[in-house]
């Protein structure tokens, strides 16, 4: 069992930034391969960025250049730098982890989840 814990969200206004942080419980953090999704008011979730085992990274096109993912085992921690922030990007951020190698992309592949921090930018 492993319990995610969202914190860094907030109002930001457009060309901002913000880092996400997500604590996880358990010593086999390594283990997992971890990911980023989203859900906008009336919109479903999706994928916004993913770190594997090994620190391989995927992101989707519309965050690639403005996002950086990144893991620290020693912290049990994975992190969502955000920069450049636009108003596209307001949403109920999601932390996710999968016991699978590499950086999953769809939501089905997770198996814990966090319960969401927000994250609004204004224009």
């Known amino acids: 069992q492993v319990q995610l814990v969202e914190s860094g969200g907030g109002l930001v206004q457009a060309g901002g930034s913000l880092r996400l942080s997500c604590a996880a419980s358990g010593r086999t953090f390594s283990s997992y391969a971890m990911g980023w999704f989203r859900q906008g008011p009336g919109k479903e979730r999706e994928f916004v960025a993913a770190i594997s085992r090994s620190s391989n990274t995927a992101y989707r096109d519309s965050v690639r250049g403005r996002f950086t993912i990144s893991r620290d085992n020693a912290k049990n921690t994975v992190y969502l730098q955000m920069n450049s922030l636009k108003p596209e990007d307001t949403a109920l951020y999601y932390c996710?982890?999968?016991?699978?190698?590499?950086?999953?992309?769809?939501?089905?592949?997770?198996?814990?989840w966090g319960q969401g921090t927000q994250v609004t930018v204004s224009s």
């Open positions: 996710a982890a999968t016991r699978a190698v590499l950086a999953m992309t769809s939501p089905r592949r997770y198996d814990y």
